[in-house]
């Protein structure tokens, strides 16, 4: 199957700092990209749906100011955590598509815990 | 609203034996997608299978199998002679619309222990 990575693996910031998570496609344009947050123990939730070229469109719940997301290019979408809080330590995972009707392939998944 | 309900929080089996993770969901829509995932410790979703809503064949992978049946809503997983390696934490989910590539309304997942 086709391949997407994120990066970083894992990452431990500050409160009050912000954290940029990366999701790349990379064997195939990706028109969409999707966020995904897992608390500890909990199920996927989804944050955000990008379209390369386009703003997001965040699920109800989600600040869009605290959360911002970049698609501004075919392969490489990114998540910035701005002013981490502790709150906001979660496994991030993103999952690409390259479009309509085309299979939708996960990242390794970021975990991001914030001290 | 799409809704996917993974009743069994967590199950513990010992290796060899049989076990079925329940998977009940809900749409209005005519034409969706169901799909489990598998997510070991290390946190990454490993797809095992996706089936479309007009395909209710019932499907066999190795030790894996799927009973998918729309009069009650369900798509249930068994493996069967279970393995240490198959503990995990399995996801049921859902896409919102006809599009298998689109996004997924995720059950709460069900925690699998298989003790030697």
């Known amino acids: 199957g086709a391949v997407v990575s994120q990066h970083p693996s894992w990452v431990i910031c500050k409160s009050g700092t912000s954290v940029k998570i990366e999701c790349r496609s990379l064997?195939?344009?990706?028109?969409?990209m999707f966020w995904y947050r897992q608390f500890p123990k909990q199920s996927l939730m989804l944050m955000a749906t990008?379209?390369?070229?386009?703003?997001?469109?965040?699920e109800q719940g989600v600040e869009k100011d605290k959360f911002l997301i970049n698609h501004a290019s075919l392969t490489l979408s990114t998540l910035t955590v701005t002013s981490a809080h502790p709150e906001d330590s979660s496994f991030y995972i993103c999952?690409?598509?390259?479009?309509?009707?085309?299979?939708?392939?996960f990242g390794q998944g970021t975990r991001l815990t914030v001290v | 609203a799409q809704k996917v309900t993974q009743a069994q929080t967590e199950i513990s089996v010992v290796e060899k034996e049989d076990v079925t993770l329940d998977c009940v969901y809900e749409t209005r829509d005519t034409t969706y997608y169901l799909f489990w995932y598998k997510q070991p410790p290390s946190g990454e979703l490993v797809f095992l299978i996706r089936?479309?809503?007009?395909?209710?064949q019932n499907e066999i992978s190795g030790r894996y199998s799927w009973n998918f049946q729309k009069s009650t809503s369900s798509f249930n997983f068994t493996i069967t002679a279970s393995q240490v390696v198959d503990s995990a934490v399995y996801f049921c989910?859902?896409?919102?619309?006809?599009?298998?590539?689109?996004?997924?309304?995720f059950g709460a997942g069900t925690i699998l222990r298989v003790k030697s």
């Open positions: 089936r479309n809503s007009f395909d209710e």
């Open positions: 999952s690409a598509r390259g479009g309509r009707n085309t299979e939708a392939f």
């Open positions: 064997d195939f344009q990706a028109t969409t």
């Open positions: 989910a859902l896409s919102e619309a006809a599009e298998y590539g689109n996004k997924l309304v």
């Open positions: 990008s379209n390369e070229g386009s703003k997001a469109t965040y």
